[in-house]
């Protein structure tokens, strides 16, 4: 029997039985971390390439070399921090999700990741370029942690 108190209550806004662990979406964060860093370097260099429209852009094979030698390295140093952010913010975007389904869609967590981001690379104080590097790379990790890649 129930009593007069749990029959007053009213019924919960989700059912939350119906959005268990199991729909929710196992991120994978590997491979977002690994190429955090030559993600940031790739959309530096098209960021630093699109400020410079006007004037042709010659590129040599040191250039591309250097690109090439520079990946492992931004790989390396990227990884650490890369994948703190996209184990906390996947397990938030997972947390709020079971709550709100409409924040499981891919594009919501590209959203949410490019938005964080932008607003560290912002507080940090770092240049237009930075900027939007940070920012594009963010919403790039978040939405193939959720995408379950690799």
Do not use: Y
Not at 100 to 110: A, M
Request: charged fraction near 10%.
């Amino acid at each position: 029997m129930t009593s007069k108190a749990e029959a007053r209550q009213a019924p919960p806004l989700l059912n939350l039985k119906e959005f268990e662990m199991a729909d929710a979406p196992t991120p994978r964060i590997l491979l977002p971390s690994l190429i955090a860093g030559p993600g940031v370097l790739l959309f530096f260099i098209i960021a630093g390439w699109s400020a410079t429209f006007t004037s042709p852009i010659v590129v040599g094979l040191e250039e591309l070399v250097a690109i090439v030698m520079l990946v492992p390295l931004t790989a390396a140093v990227g990884f650490g921090p890369a994948l703190v952010a996209n184990a906390i913010g996947s397990f938030v975007m997972i947390w709020v999700g079971r709550w709100f389904p409409l924040l499981r869609f891919p594009l919501v967590w590209g959203l949410a990741g490019g938005v964080l981001a932008w607003v560290v690379a912002a507080h940090l104080e770092f240049g237009p370029e930075w900027v939007f590097a940070f920012t594009a790379t963010g919403a790039v990790c978040a939405l193939a942690c959720r995408m379950r890649l690799a």
